[in-house]
């Protein structure tokens, strides 16, 4: 009985034994672990000790009875854990495949969003050499207007200076030709200087209200044809000089089948003293006949005396 019992015990210690070993590999817990090892020594000192003290074995059946149930329902306890774990450990691992896909998705997306990123890159670099390449040419473009302003400054000085000397040299030939023409007609007191023209008085060239020239007349555009083409050998060619004939009349008003108005009048005398000009030699490319009627008087009274002032042809040498 006693060989009986302590085999009974010793299944019974190796039982407790595999149940503490399934509950450490359930559950890990070194406590639990070391309470075994403790009842293990303490089964070992009692089968020292069965031949002194059957009751204590006894005891100690029943402790180790009382135990043996706590660990079975630690048992069970560990197991409906792990299912527990198992089945959260499901969840999660659906979770993580989520998950995974999920990141996977966002690595495609970081790919694209990457390729744009050097395609974008690619498309920067191409406009900063477009810009490089206007800015050069604007550069440029400034340079050669920085140039063309300074040649035109340049052009626009020598210009000023060369009309400059024209006119110089004009105001000399028309100071000379004045002057030559003042010794010529300075005994006539019907020919007056105003400015820079010479005056006629109309009655020293034309018969009242006609345009067709007096002996008288003629003799005097003698003497300034001859004065004109004297001073036009004396003037370079590249002056574009003209003598401008001008024809007034008085305010009084005239029509006549021949000249229906003033303005009539006073342009068929300036071109008379023209087509007489052009006779005597004169080119008539240097000349122009121009007629204002009444509307330029030289003395604005309405006196006898005024209408003979303002009857009258200019000569004045411009430049075209």
Not at 79 to 94: C, H, I, R, T, V
Not at 141 to 165: C, P, V
Not at 222 to 236: F, G, M, Q, T
């Amino acid at each position: 009985m006693s060989q009986l019992l302590l085999v009974f015990i010793f299944l019974l210690t190796l039982f407790a034994v595999a149940q503490f070993m399934q509950a450490r590999e359930l559950t890990g817990q070194d406590t639990a672990l070391d309470k075994l090892r403790a009842q293990v020594a303490e089964l070992s000192e009692l089968l020292a000790l069965e031949k002194a003290s059957k009751a204590k074995l006894e005891a100690t059946l029943a402790s180790l009875n009382a135990a043996l149930e706590q660990q079975k329902g630690k048992a069970a306890s560990l197991a409906a854990m792990l299912q527990d774990l198992q089945a959260k450990k499901g969840a999660a691992g659906g979770a993580l495949a989520g998950l995974r896909a999920e990141l996977e998705k966002e690595r495609k997306i970081s790919a694209e969003a990457l390729a744009q990123v050097e395609l974008l890159n690619q498309q920067i670099a191409a406009l900063r050499r477009q810009i490089a390449m206007l800015n050069a040419a604007l550069e440029a473009s400034e340079r050669r207007e920085r140039e063309a302003r300074a040649k035109i400054a340049n052009l626009g000085q020598r210009l000023n200076a060369a009309l400059a000397r024209r006119v110089q040299e004009l105001a000399r030939y028309r100071s000379e030709f004045f002057g030559r023409l003042r010794q010529i007609l300075s005994r006539r007191a019907n020919i007056r200087v105003v400015g820079d023209r010479f005056v006629f008085s109309s009655e020293i060239l034309f018969p009242k209200a006609e345009a067709t020239l007096t002996e008288e007349g003629r003799r005097e555009l003698d003497k300034i044809a001859e004065a004109i083409l004297e001073i036009s050998r004396e003037i370079p060619p590249d002056i574009n000089w003209i003598l401008r004939v001008d024809g007034h009349t008085d305010a009084d008003p005239i029509s006549t089948p021949q000249f229906p108005s003033n303005w009539e009048l006073s342009t068929a005398r300036a071109l008379a003293v023209v087509k007489y000009l052009i006779s005597r030699g004169v080119p008539p490319e240097r000349l122009a006949a121009t007629g204002f009627g009444q509307y330029h008087p030289i003395d604005p009274r309405d006196t006898e005396e005024a209408k003979a002032r303002n009857r009258r042809i200019e000569l004045k040498l411009t430049e075209r």
